[in-house]
DNA sequence: CGATAAGGTGATCATTTGTTCATCTTCGCG
DNA sequence: CGCGAAGATGAACAAATGATCACCTTATCG
């Protein structure tokens, strides 16, 4: 599901390094000018076709104004991630208002679709290696697999527990021997939020 | 350390949020009659003023030009912090050189100081909820306290152990009891390269 | 009461900025 | 050879932009 990465010629290379330089150091675009006095160019218009190159090659995008370049938004360098709450607590995962914090998180650890933190509470997953306070990442979806460690939603209780089958029935299994199953009876209010896809420990130790 | 925060009316706070949204969604600041407009504001002089009060307070830079607007880099959504290796194998800290990746980190995840990250192999810290493939935030430093866990080079090797003192010399303890201690011997090459301060497991189950 | 700060209106003006058009060179390709 | 793409030059021009000035309102503080 990639985008077509249509190969830039040296020169448009060279300027689309420098827009994104020059956003990264002062925090804005470029103006035609400026691009065309750092590249050694005399004329604007030929900064205006190397623009467009790059527009036509999905590498930026321009809108009506000055300095209305956008080179970022195609290849984020960071995605923000809701933190939408502890876990334990009931969670309504698609009230907004929930929402505690936001995270920015590099795109390569962050799997395709819509994803969320939570904060673990407890330690019922510790053989699992989820320690209390830690933040798991989690891919929102109401399906999951057996074996998976899914959030999951039962009687009003939002919990971090691994999915199984037990006597033909699912049941939430914790990853430490002190806690118990919780059987997923018929009646019970159930619904999978999302299956666990990343665990981070940001505050190990004391100090910060 | 920090910057005094002087603190901003109401009206400036929309403001500001204004701005960084708008950078945030387009890539790139918006004029002073943008901001006007979406904050109903007939003219443009108030708009300045209140972009001085910004810059007054340290919230802002501005520069000569259209949209030359910074809100970001006063305050960085995201920190990059270099991947410097695998853990096991020796390591030249110091050498940019062997500088594998980078990665973006959100700054309310890091310590002051530098830091790197590196990935961890093996599963000699399972006890500790590090397993093997995850990435340590390493703060480098050459001290650690004791029963901290600390990533340390020893006789050419480099390993991520719980820092222990027993029987008068330090020793590097595993978290599993399928490995053993490692004791620091007097005439040992022995170095700590810094302290263990998150752990981060972007790749949990399968499918990415 | 007067002073001051925050917030706002309205208008003028020089500058900056992007657009457009004509023209040129070089290079690879059929 | 002719053709087109990439790259560049130069100039004219309309629109957008920020700077600046004068003046207004409403609080708060001494």
Redesign the pocket.
């Known amino acids: 599901m990639e985008t077509s990465e249509e190969p830039l010629?040296?020169?448009?290379a060279e300027i689309l390094h420098f827009i994104q330089s020059h956003i990264g150091q002062l925090g804005y675009p470029p103006?035609?000018?400026?691009i065309?006095r750092k590249?050694?160019?005399?004329?604007?218009?030929?900064v205006?076709?190397?623009?467009d190159?790059l527009v036509r090659k999905g590498r930026l995008i321009?809108r009506?104004?000055?300095?209305?370049l956008d080179a970022e938004s195609l290849f984020p360098s960071t995605v923000p991630v809701p933190v939408l709450g502890r876990v334990v607590a009931g969670i309504p995962v698609n009230a907004a208002e929930n929402r505690l914090d936001t995270i920015a998180i590099d795109p390569s650890w962050i799997p395709s679709g819509p994803v969320f933190l939570l904060r673990v509470k407890g330690d019922s997953m510790k053989q699992a290696a989820i320690l209390d306070g830690d933040y798991v990442l989690v891919r929102a979806k109401e399906t999951a697999e057996e074996e998976e460690i899914v959030v999951a939603e039962i009687d009003g209780e939002t919990t971090v527990k691994r999915l199984r089958r037990k006597d033909g029935q699912f049941i939430l299994a914790p990853e430490n021997p002190d806690y118990g199953e919780i059987p997923v009876a018929e009646g019970s209010a159930f619904r999978i939020v999302g299956t666990v896809c990343g665990v981070f420990r940001p505050a190990l130790g004391a100090s910060r």
């Open positions: 010629t040296h020169r448009q103006t035609l000018r400026e065309a590249m050694d160019i005399r004329g604007i218009s030929a205006r076709k190397h623009l190159a321009r009506k104004g000055a300095r209305a």
